[in-house]
């Protein structure tokens, strides 16, 4: 008995943002549907943000500490040698790819800020 009510405790949690007035089995099969819709077709808008990416090339002129880097951009975006920070993707950091001063990038730009940036890719 004591097993079932600490089960029945943590259905009851588990179903918590569900109105009460629901039976357990009702429940169950609600938190099913909620979980089967994948989250990205929920809302087409935050799909839209997440496509919102400006991608330009630029030089790595300067390695600062914490896998920072100050990008110049290539002279056709912004007006000319636009200069800004960037970090280093974490697809780049797990396969342990080294920037050096020089190298050739591909940093990716929200258009919410564009004086920071994600280095995305090295071209050689």
């Given amino acids: 008995m ?3 009510r600490h089960f029945l405790r943590k ?5 918590a ?3 009460f007035f629901y039976t357990i089995r009702e429940q169950f099969l609600i938190s099913h549907l909620i979980r089967s819709v994948p989250m990205g077709s929920r809302d087409s808008e935050s799909r839209k943000q997440k496509e919102d ?6 030089v790595i002129i300067k390695t600062l500490p914490g896998a920072i880097f100050e990008v110049k951009l290539a ?8 200069i800004i920070r960037a970090y280093i ?5 797990k396969n342990f790819i080294n ?3 020089g190298d050739t990038v591909l940093v990716e730009l929200t258009p919410y800020d564009l004086s920071r940036g994600r280095i995305v890719f ?3």
């Fill in 122 to 124: 090295r071209k050689k």
């Fill in 17 to 19: 943002l569900i109105p």
């Fill in 2 to 4: 004591r097993i079932k």
């Fill in 11 to 15: 259905i009851r949690k588990t179903f």
């Fill in 53 to 58: 990416k400006i991608e330009v090339e630029g």
């Fill in 75 to 82: 002279d056709d975006f912004g007006g000319g040698g636009m």
């Fill in 99 to 101: 920037l050096i001063e």
């Fill in 89 to 93: 993707s974490g697809k780049m950091r």
